[in-house]
């Protein structure tokens, strides 16, 4: 529901601070008032699966089968059985200690099936990003087509919009890339992988890869599948997009959806032919910048965030994440049982229900945004996120000017506070005229 301005009455957005008719200042924004409209997808028919044991689940592109959590709990469960008739104590009472904390999982989970919840609905923290597309000539914010005056500064506004065809065609943008990957402070090993390049198209048109894998298993199994993810998806995308790049948002989207299963079905083959590497798995999260589209694929719980002063949401925010983590515990709080705060140090934030290398086939969700100069695209893998929170990686990547800098002091955070696990850091920086 809509606030109206105490002075002209006209309908002024949730958290305007002008009103956009007569342009004068509100004197409290009604920030309380949060839109209410439904996420994208959320009225998509669910698709009914099977189960090996003969269960049925649904999965949609929002919901979650509760039950689907529970399987994952029990295979973990299975997995660290083995470590209790381990030879090495510490083993055996890490993994009774893992088995207690799952089991608590596993109740409170039992008890939401037991009250007859049978789905989680995925808290979509983005249902759209920059449905303002007028430009303020002032300020730079973005407003709503249709608006008279900036809803940031209330200078009047042209009404031209700002992701004309024509604008797309005369604006060049420049992409600075910083790479970064870290062992942090307790891991021997590094299986983070991270890449950036470009990819030449026809027309000495240029796309730019990054991504972010983080990889898992044991020994040397976790590094080599996440290189592998790395190294299949890019050699996918560079040898079909080279000749042929998709002309459409969708068709780019199903190119990454392709790769991004390449990658899984050569994991999951390696994982099940050599017996050193079984149960290898790892995350994937690429970000494919063309002209002056972001196109977002991924898998597990690496994050793509957008990032820009002028605000990436409709009520202004700076910094956005693009992708939902595919973990236990992100689901656990979408139900309550555990707070954000809880979630970043929880001892079982490891646990995927959805990964790269571990099933056969793989969901991949994907996204298609519009790039703006000023823009910061920001991938990182969850050892970055579990010490540092979504604000302070803003006003770090905002922050600092220098690109690689903006990766080194993020890392040396999160190191500061413990560097429990490899921490990776993928940093693009949109530059260009603002017409
Ligand atoms: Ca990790």
Redesign the pocket.
């Known amino acids: 529901m809509n606030a109206r301005c105490p002075f002209c009455g006209a309908t002024v957005m949730p958290r305007s601070r002008f009103c956009p008719a007569c342009g004068r200042a509100l004197l409290s924004p009604p920030s309380s008032q949060r839109s209410t409209s439904p996420p994208a997808g959320a009225n998509d028919p669910p698709i009914e699966g099977a189960l090996a044991n003969g269960k049925r689940l649904q999965i949609s592109g929002d919901t979650l089968d509760l039950r689907e959590l529970i399987n994952v709990v029990e295979s973990s469960v299975r997995w660290w059985q083995r470590g209790l008739s381990s030879s090495d104590a510490v083993t055996r009472e890490q993994a009774a200690r893992a088995i207690d904390d799952l089991s608590q999982i596993m109740r409170s989970l039992s008890q939401q099936l037991a009250q007859g919840r049978t789905t989680i609905r995925m808290t979509r923290r983005l249902p759209a990003l920059r449905a303002f597309d007028v430009a303020c000539p002032s300020c730079g914010n973005g407003n709503r087509a249709g608006a008279r005056f900036c809803q940031r500064c209330g200078a009047l506004l042209h009404t031209a919009p700002r992701y004309g065809v024509e604008s797309v065609q005369s604006r060049a943008l420049t992409f600075h890339i910083a790479t970064r990957t870290d062992t942090g402070r307790v891991r021997q090993q590094n299986q983070?992988a991270v890449y950036a390049g470009d990819i030449d198209l026809p027309g000495q048109q240029k796309a730019y890869l990054c991504l972010v894998a983080?990889g898992m298993g044991g020994a040397a199994a976790g590094e080599y599948a996440s290189h592998l993810a790395a190294d299949v998806s890019r050699a996918y995308l560079e040898r079909e997009s080279a000749d042929h790049p998709p002309p459409t948002d969708e068709a780019w989207q199903a190119l990454l959806r392709d790769a991004v299963r390449a990658a899984n079905r050569q994991i999951y083959d390696a994982a099940r032919t050599d017996t050193t590497r079984r149960g290898m798995g790892t995350t994937l999260t690429i970000a494919l910048l063309v002209g002056n589209r972001l196109h977002i694929a991924s898998v597990g719980d690496s994050r793509a965030y957008l990032l820009n002063l002028n605000g990436v949401t409709d009520d202004g925010a700076p910094s956005a994440q693009l992708t939902s983590d595919h973990s236990l515990v992100a689901r656990l709080v979408d139900i309550g049982q555990l707070t954000p705060e809880q979630a970043r140090t929880h001892p079982q934030r490891n646990i995927l229900y959805r990964s790269i290398g571990t099933d056969p086939s793989v969901d991949v969700d994907t996204r298609s945004e519009a790039l703006e100069p000023g823009d910061i695209v920001l991938l990182c893998?969850?050892?970055l996120v579990n010490h540092v929170s979504d604000e302070e990686i803003a006003q770090i990547a905002l922050g600092e000017p220098d690109l690689d800098r903006a990766t080194a002091r993020l890392i040396s955070l999160a190191n500061e506070r413990g560097g429990r696990?490899?921490i990776s850091v993928v940093m693009v920086r949109v530059e260009g005229e603002i017409r």
């Open positions: 983070d983080d893998s969850d050892g696990d490899n």
